[in-house]
């Protein structure tokens, strides 16, 4: 890693937004709706308050780790055109004070966590914030093409700290909202990979289009949409399933299925020739996908009740 202080602040003063952007709100957002929902779904309650402050330190935990990914990956993202405009490489913000908030912000929704529902689920956001930053920043990243595959579960855990916040502990529910998550993480990020190979070629991160190719990626994610489905399906037999979320995931795994097909049937000639259409149709498909799936859990909890 290139010492992420070399980044400077160069504008007179970094503004309000640019430590909001350290916290990678989009990330956040998918963060909070997840463990919002594995909050919600599970069995047994929460005063209000509790939940409210619950999901707000989680939140803030997801965006402790984001702060700290940017502070660690300041010169990977300095190279890409889809990062380089972010606070440090940009020179908004130095890394020492990307270091400092996401450590701090660490610290403070662990233990406010730890207050407000109970230590397992403070311990769980722990471990979590310790394998996005370590486990796959700082170690898988650079490493191996797996990295996004491992890595992707850091992104998974939040319905289960939801989950924990009101049980206190792990069901198969929660495992399996977990797997929805794992087994869509790199069919996700790979169709971004497709269409941005030249980012993370110059940035030398081993994503599979650079140590495969875009045809063997193309394979992977229309294997992983068939690993995907099952996990997808089997939730919806389980206590916070039903016949209303059956019918939505049903629905999108046939989609997403259909739509990995299409992008592993296509040539490199084919997706530069029209712009990597299929490509970014799935991309943007994986997002509602996944979207749509926590969100039908929702709509059934409330059918049920």
């Not at 898988?140 to 502990?169: D, E, H």
């Not at 269409?195 to 875009?214: C, S, W």
Request: aromatic share 14%.
């Amino acid at each position: 890693m290139t010492d992420a202080s070399i980044y400077h602040a160069t504008s007179p003063e970094a503004e309000f937004g640019d430590y909001v952007a350290l916290l990678k709100p989009r990330v956040m957002s998918l963060v909070v709706f997840t463990a919002f929902v594995g909050l919600i779904v599970a069995p047994g309650s929460l005063h209000p308050l509790v939940a409210f402050c619950s999901i707000l330190f989680i939140a803030i935990g997801g965006g402790a780790s984001g702060a700290l990914n940017m502070w660690y990956d300041a010169d990977i993202d300095a190279v890409m055109r889809r990062t380089k405009s972010r606070p440090i490489p940009a020179g908004r913000v130095s890394g020492a004070e990307a270091l400092g908030l996401g450590l701090a912000l660490s610290g403070l929704s662990v233990m406010m966590l730890g207050l407000a529902a109970n230590w397992f689920a403070a311990g769980f956001l722990a471990f979590t914030i310790f394998f996005y930053v370590v486990v796959y920043t700082i170690w898988l990243k650079r490493l191996t093409p797996q990295n996004i595959v491992i890595g992707g579960a850091a992104g998974s855990f939040p319905p289960m700290i939801g989950w924990a916040c009101v049980t206190g502990g792990i069901s198969v529910e929660s495992l399996l909202m977990f797997a929805l998550i794992f087994f869509w993480t790199p069919p996700h990020f790979w169709a971004l990979a497709l269409f941005t190979k030249e980012d993370y070629n110059n940035a030398g991160v081993p994503m599979l289009t650079v140590t495969h190719g875009r045809q063997a990626t193309r394979r992977h994610i229309f294997v992983y949409t068939l690993v995907l489905a099952p996990f997808a399906i089997w939730l919806g037999l389980t206590s916070i399933g039903g016949p209303f979320y059956l019918a939505v995931a049903l629905v999108l795994n046939v989609l997403f299925i259909w739509n990995g097909w299409q992008v592993m049937r296509r040539s490199d000639a084919q997706s530069f020739a029209d712009g990597h259409k299929a490509e970014k149709s799935f991309f943007k498909l994986s997002l509602y996908y996944l979207f749509l799936h926590f969100a039908a859990l929702l709509v059934q909890h409330w059918i049920s009740m």
